[in-house]
């Protein structure tokens, strides 16, 4: 069946530099995306979001492209730092009219000092 | 000034009893959700309500059962405990229901049946 699916499950980065968390989907009718982060016994927490109209969008120190082509989608982080130590999820909203959002597995980033 | 609260945050119970966990978000959001994350950190929704209607309810058990009072409060009634039930489960919300949403999380219940 179609799913959203993360090609790390583990990323360990140093403190200081860029992370990249990507995420591959496979339902092309989806055309809205988000990350969220989920720090240990805490929920979700959204990021940021992109919709398929669009292949790039920035926030504060992270970034999101997707690549409608190859159906990607990926979490740029800069300057990592030891708070963004966390899971990472990547969901997105395929079909219907309802809000309805398909979660991917999971990263979980690592930060080293 | 919590967004989304849910009580108990722990719940350890025995297999065959009945329990609820309650949520109440205070954004003025109509529609309320149903997460269910395993141990292996997958999340996937169970229901949605929308002004207290039933809009999504992905094939869970009937044992499960929420009742949604008002738009504000959503709540999980589970009877009948299983073993497999053992998970975190997270109460989200949205403005409108509609696609293209932003979902925001509770911070989570965790329930271990013994």
């Known amino acids: 069946g179609e799913s959203v699916g993360l090609h790390l499950p583990t990323l360990s980065v140093q403190e200081g530099d860029n992370s990249i968390i990507n995420c591959a989907y496979s339902?092309?009718?989806?055309?809205?995306f988000i990350w969220y982060k989920q720090e240990s016994g805490k929920g979700p927490q959204f990021i940021i979001d992109?919709?398929?109209?669009?292949d790039k969008r920035q926030g504060q120190r992270v970034t999101v492209l997707l690549n409608k082509t190859v159906k990607h989608l990926s979490l740029q982080i800069a300057a990592t730092q030891p708070g963004d130590s966390a899971v990472y999820f990547c969901a997105e909203n395929r079909g219907g009219t309802a809000s309805k959002l398909t979660f991917g597995t999971g990263t979980r980033l690592q930060v080293t000092l | 000034d919590t967004a989304v609260s849910q009580t108990p945050k722990y719940l350890v119970t025995q297999m065959g009893n009945d329990k609820s966990i309650k949520c109440e978000q205070n954004?003025?959001?109509?529609?309320m959700y149903w997460y269910k994350q395993d141990s292996k950190k997958f999340l996937k929704i169970m229901f949605s309500y929308n002004n207290k209607e039933l809009i999504i309810n992905e094939t869970v058990p009937n044992r499960f059962s929420p009742k949604s009072p008002d738009k504000a409060h959503l709540n999980l009634h589970i009877n009948s405990l299983e073993l497999g039930d053992s998970a975190v489960y997270f109460c989200?919300?949205?403005?409108?229901?509609?696609?293209?949403?932003?979902?925001?999380f509770g911070p989570g219940t965790r329930l271990l049946v013994l």
């Open positions: 992109i919709r398929s109209n669009m």
């Open positions: 339902n092309s009718a989806s055309d809205y």
């Open positions: 954004l003025g959001h109509d529609t």
């Open positions: 989200a919300s949205s403005q409108g229901g509609l696609r293209g949403e932003t979902q925001y």
